[in-house]
């Protein structure tokens, strides 16, 4: 099932406070250029919508949020619901994963990266496309903090299992820990979109947590 169209943006709405390029990020990292203090920062890889950027941030407002989202249409309405709520605690970056991790985020400097439902790119020629590769789960391990943490979750089982064993065979990472379903208070308490509408297809989620160890 293919995504449907997007709300349009309201263009009173500025964006500029919740929305980044790659160019506009502080370089070198400094996460008080980016929000305007020090304090703990989570990553989000593939934001889409924005759902889990808007309810974490706004639950945790002693953490700062990074999303990160390829797609700049993507990004622009995921920035939209932030600004519209006036949530200063996170931003969204036009920008590729792979270039945040490897190019611009020091060796640890995140409390958690939260990857949830990524492109499987479903093709065998088109694997090539994948998020996770040996290049990415390394610069994950180099940047999360000790005690840090990664959350993946995916709807596509064969896509679950190949990105664990990247992990597993390519970084020092504790887990995978399991991670249990939690029922949903209401019609959008999810972490995206993607888990929405596939727990209400009745449709399994595969989740997976793993810990960066303490040395």
Request: glycine letters at 6%; charged letters at 30%; hydrophobic letters at 40%.
């Amino acid at each position: 099932m293919g995504r449907r169209a997007l709300r349009k943006i309201d263009p009173s709405l500025d964006l500029s406070g919740n929305l980044k390029t790659f160019d506009q990020l502080p370089q070198p990292w400094d996460g008080a250029r980016l929000f305007g203090r020090r304090a703990p920062l989570e990553v989000e890889v593939g934001s889409g919508k924005g759902l889990f950027l808007r309810t974490a941030a706004s639950r945790r407002p002693e953490v700062d949020f990074l999303g990160i989202e390829i797609a700049p249409k993507y990004a622009r309405f995921a920035a939209a619901g932030l600004a519209k709520r006036a949530i200063a605690n996170a931003v969204i970056a036009i920008a590729d994963a792979g270039r945040i991790f490897g190019q611009l985020l020091p060796p640890d400097s995140v409390a958690a990266v939260h990857i949830y439902f990524p492109d499987p790119w479903w093709k065998r020629r088109h694997e090539k496309r994948r998020l996770f590769t040996e290049s990415l789960v390394r610069d994950l391990r180099r940047t999360l903090l000790p005690s840090g943490t990664l959350h993946f979750w995916t709807d596509v089982e064969e896509y679950f299992r190949t990105s664990l064993d990247l992990l597993v065979t390519h970084t020092d990472l504790e887990g995978p820990l399991s991670v249990a379903e939690i029922p949903a208070e209401h019609d959008m308490d999810y972490r995206t979109h993607f888990e929405r509408r596939t727990r209400l297809q009745g449709q399994p989620v595969y989740r997976a947590q793993f810990r960066r160890p303490v040395e």
